[in-house]
């Protein structure tokens, strides 16, 4: 994968059909990585798009220029790394495409930088728009990790296993048998970036506010807050038998969005639809990004 340099950060991304003027941005969520997109970006390409492939800050290569540079992870400080990528590649308006971390990056996106984003495509993570009331208790059930880490011991525990924290939700957030130990194990070696386990503990702590934002972000944070529904076209793909959201959760998707808007459940599938069903998943992205659904 190729480097390019920001402000801030170094960016590792990959790039298919450079030479189309239709620019799609790809961006991974959490425990996983760029390879997330490797049965979804070609096909993509091949419609005729010029598709970039992120690997997020804390991930993989991708490495802070600055040992001073906070070690910050909530959605507007991603939301600007990705401006600040779109400005060094000389993109003016995109479409982007998220999974989990990277869904609410897209929101995030959308609210912050409206002229920029033409459409959005979020999988599995609902968005925050409005903020985040604390959920009811099944919800809060299967954000067990997220209390974890809210705790100088579940810390400390994701310090000592990375890997084996992450394991634990391939193994819980999808059915059974959908993945193989080998695809973990290479995935797994994104989250050797030294700033992994900072950049998500942040990430989630700051969320429920046991943590500030990143002060330069906070700007972006209010209006996230303040912004209650959506206007622009946009996708949600979701898994119907996801193991992180309940389905109620889901069906509160819809009110967020007062634009041309589709929300698509998948027969079967968990929380990695682009990883389970990539063919499924490419065949919603293309007519969506071509603006003819929804």
């Known amino acids: 994968m190729a480097m390019i340099p920001t402000k801030d ?24 990585d760029a390879s997330t997109w490797d049965g979804v970006a070609p096909v993509i390409a091949d419609a005729g798009y010029q598709v970039v492939v992120l690997t997020l800050r804390g991930f993989g290569g991708t490495v ?14 991603h939301a600007m790394d990705m401006v600040a990528l779109l400005d060094a590649l000389g993109f003016g308006t995109v479409a982007v495409v998220g999974h989990d ?3 609410n990056i897209a929101e995030a996106m959308a609210v912050g930088w409206p002229d920029r984003i033409e459409r959005i495509a979020m999988l599995s993570t609902p968005p925050r728009l409005g903020g985040m009331p604390t959920p009811p208790f099944e919800q809060a059930q299967r954000y067990w990790y997220h209390w974890f880490m809210a705790t100088e011991r579940g ?31 290479k995935v ?7 700033d992994w386990v900072d950049i998500t503990l ?19 944070e209010t209006k996230i807050k303040a912004t209650t529904k959506l206007s622009l076209q ?15 959760s889901f069906a509160k998707v819809p009110t967020k969005f007062d634009g041309p808007f589709e929300m698509v459940g998948l027969p079967g599938v968990g929380h990695f639809p682009q990883r389970e069903v990539p063919d499924a998943v490419a065949d919603l992205l293309v007519p969506f990004l071509a603006g003819s659904r929804p």
């Open 9 to 32: 950060l170094d960016f590792q991304f990959d790039e298919l059909n450079p030479s189309s003027a239709k620019p799609v941005l790809l961006l991974h969520g959490w425990p996983d």
């Open 64 to 77: 802070f220029r600055s040992a001073e540079a906070r070690r910050t992870a909530n959605s507007a400080i």
């Open 101 to 103: 971390w990277g869904s």
């Open 155 to 185: 810390a400390q525990a994701v310090r000592a296993d990375p890997h084996g924290f992450a394991h634990v939700h391939w193994e819980n957030w999808s059915p059974p048998g959908w993945f193989d130990e080998a695809t973990f194990r």
């Open 188 to 194: 797994a070696k994104s989250f050797d970036n030294p």
């Open 202 to 220: 942040h990430s989630y702590r700051s969320r429920w506010e046991n943590a500030a934002p990143d002060p330069s972000s906070e700007w972006l």
């Open 234 to 248: 946009t996708l949600f793909i979701k898994g119907d038998v996801d193991g992180v959201t309940t389905q109620d």
